[in-house]
């Protein structure tokens, strides 16, 4: 059962590339979610979704973009990156779109500098 | 404007010496608090959900507790292995899905053998 898989772990950009994070969840869940954790703050919601073929902006959505054709697939992508966007980056999802009694199941992160 | 903060930001204890990690917060009335364990290169590991004050949950060696403005999450006899860093969480009363989750910065704790 491998939950939340997320790739790659560490991702070193200059100024101005882009990439994909991918994140894989094999437990069927509706929602999934990306975050950024930055030290000293806490996780800052960057665009969900709740369901294939829906997304939505979270608090933080500037300079990223997500698409989800599949249930298991969640990509974020980085069109220009910047050093503002050197962070951490967690993938998470859920069984509900509505309500609080399935919790969050985090992915272990991909690790980003843009120098 | 909601707001979640925890405090202490560190915390370091002897193996065996209990204390407690403290999460306030200020929203416009509360539909749930989460607390979330984490390790060091590891994303966030989902230890409770409080919906309502004086609700308690416990797991080995911690507790949760809920207030009106605040939660708790006491430590017993702590060992090394949970060593971590505690994240709480709150949602906003009003909202059911998890776009409206306040997460806090964080307590890192420190056992030492």
């Not at chain 1, 954790?37 to 997500?66: C, F, K, W």
């Not at chain 2, 979640?4 to 608090?33: F, I, K």
């Not at chain 2, 090394?80 to 009003?94: F, H």
């Amino acid at each position: 059962n491998a939950g939340v898989t997320q790739t790659p772990k560490f991702q070193v950009l200059k100024t101005g590339q882009s990439m994909t994070l991918q994140c894989a969840q094999d437990m069927n869940h509706e929602y999934m979610s990306w975050y950024r954790q930055d030290p000293g703050m806490g996780l800052r919601l960057i665009h969900y979704s709740v369901g294939a073929g829906i997304t939505d902006q979270g608090e933080v959505p500037n300079g990223y973009n997500v698409s989800r054709s599949t249930t298991e697939d969640f990509p974020l992508r980085l069109l220009s990156a910047a050093p503002s966007q050197t962070s951490v980056y967690f993938c998470a999802s859920t069984a509900e779109t509505g309500g609080l009694r399935s919790p969050l199941h985090f992915g272990n992160g991909t690790r980003l500098t843009v120098t | 404007e909601d707001q979640v903060t925890q405090s202490p930001e560190a915390l370091r204890l002897q193996e065996g010496e209990s204390s407690s990690l403290n999460c306030s917060y200020t929203v416009s009335g509360l539909r749930g608090l989460f607390w979330y364990r984490q390790d060091p290169g590891k994303g966030p590991e989902f230890l409770f959900t409080l919906y309502s004050a004086g609700e308690e949950k416990e797991k080995e060696r911690l507790k949760a507790t809920l207030t009106k403005k605040e939660s708790f999450l006491h430590i017993t006899a702590p060992k090394p292995e949970d060593s971590a860093t505690y994240l709480c969480a709150v949602q906003p009363r009003g909202w059911k899905t998890y776009d409206k989750v306040i997460f806090g910065p964080g307590t890192s704790l420190s056992v030492i053998p």
